[in-house]
């Protein structure tokens, strides 16, 4: 084992660091999607089909990271991440040409869940020795820099250009992570070298389809992938929004996903997980739902008023769903044999194939129809979150017992 030499409580100040640096750092170019959309001449139909070739590098970190954490342990999975995410970023971010663009969203899609895998499993066995359920405190603090990184987008649109603000943004926030990764590493979680069970050759034969997790996750978590591609150009092109105004609808949807996860120990001290998870999603995805069916039927005569019905649907629908996902992680550490670098790579696996189809179903349809039309679509999905429900009973104590 590695010797400690940071207390519990030094350890997980150190994880919410490195978690709001992720979202912050991340997130950062979500607000620019209609900048780049423009520079890049292209379509709704190809900026989304381009955009969800980010799945390709997560299928191929996810196929293999959370075997390679395990057999190399987290640190050097972290350093390296790191370093290939905001090369990724850097070149997005620097040269405005389609063909740099494509290899550079994929290397993207690949270094962030490597990261995503590798800090999530730090995560899970920090919860051991800090004995208190902090991995969805902490997905709160990555939404927490989610939305900072919105407000300071918001704030710069029309005054500084993408170029210089992100590639400030990328610098600093490399720098930091490489700073409070190495200040964990004392209790990194240690290669598992004498363990084959979990070689890279054991991938397929290791992998478990769970129908309630795959299906309970991709259901919660489109409306909030659906909102970070999608909710600045909505605004933008859709309702006529000019400036930093476009940004609104994300920054509340994200800033009530934060009070939604930090607050979530509260809610199911008063009932069970699923059943919060239940009323969230559906209240969630109707006000999604409302505030999406507003824009379409008077956001040409009364255009702020629309606006305002769609942020205000999008403020309840982060808040809804904002614990569903985190939870839905805990559920499926706790209903699979394999260790947790392992089973957060098979289930975003899993998910990464329903995700991708699911944002070419998305761009297409909003090149077709609308883009109204084609945010129906996670509204819909995040009101079937009751039929995977169940699964998050295997997520906590009560619930266990109770499935018992």
Not at 23 to 36: L, T, Y
Not at 89 to 109: D, R
Not at 365 to 390: C, D, E, G, N, R
């Amino acid at each position: 084992m590695n010797k400690q030499v940071i207390t519990p409580e030094e350890e997980f100040k150190t994880l919410t660091k490195l978690f709001f640096l992720f979202g912050f750092g991340i997130m950062s170019w979500i607000p620019r999607f209609p900048d780049f959309k423009e520079q890049l001449g292209l379509t709704n139909g190809q900026f989304g089909s381009i955009i969800s070739l980010g799945n390709v590098g997560a299928f191929i970190s996810l196929l293999t990271v959370g075997h390679i954490v395990h057999k190399l342990g987290s640190y050097k999975v972290l350093i390296a991440s790191t370093c290939t995410l905001y090369l990724g970023f850097i070149l997005i971010a620097s040269i405005s040409s389609t063909f740099i663009f494509i290899p550079a969203v994929i290397l993207v899609g690949f270094s962030s869940s490597a990261f995503h895998i590798s800090v999530n499993s730090q995560a899970f066995d920090s919860q051991t020795r800090i004995t208190k359920p902090i991995v969805v405190k902490l997905h709160g603090i990555w939404t927490i820099g989610a939305v900072s990184t919105g407000l300071v987008s918001g704030f710069l649109i029309g005054r500084v250009s993408a170029t210089v603000q992100l590639n400030i943004v990328y610098v600093l926030v490399f720098l930091f992570k490489i700073k409070y990764i190495n200040k964990l590493r004392p209790v990194t979680l240690l290669p598992k070298l004498e363990d084959d069970h979990y070689s890279v050759k054991q991938i397929f034969k290791s992998l478990r389809f769970d129908r309630l997790i795959a299906g309970g996750m991709i259901c919660a978590i489109l409306l909030e992938i659906a909102m970070g591609d999608w909710s600045n150009i909505f605004a933008r092109e859709y309702l006529g929004i000019k400036g930093g105004l476009i940004t609104l609808p994300y920054i509340l949807f994200m800033s009530a996903m934060i009070a939604g996860r930090l607050g979530i120990s509260r809610i199911i001290d008063r009932m069970p997980i699923n059943r919060a998870a239940n009323i969230g999603s559906v209240a969630g995805g109707t006000f999604f739902l409302i505030g999406v069916l507003a824009s379409m039927l008077f956001g040409d005569t009364h255009q702020y008023l629309a606006f305002g019905i769609f942020s205000f649907g999008c403020l309840m629908a982060g808040l809804g769903t904002s614990f569903v996902v985190p939870s839905f992680f805990n559920a499926a550490s706790a209903r699979s044999p394999y260790p947790s670098a392992v089973v957060i790579g098979q289930i975003g696996l899993i998910n990464n194939f329903l995700i991708f189809g699911s944002k070419w179903v998305i761009a297409w349809t909003a090149q077709f129809t609308s883009l109204a039309v084609a945010l129906l679509i996670p509204a819909v999905m995040a009101l079937s979150v009751p039929f995977f429900s169940k699964a998050l009973l295997s997520g906590n104590a009560k619930g266990q017992a109770e499935e018992k």
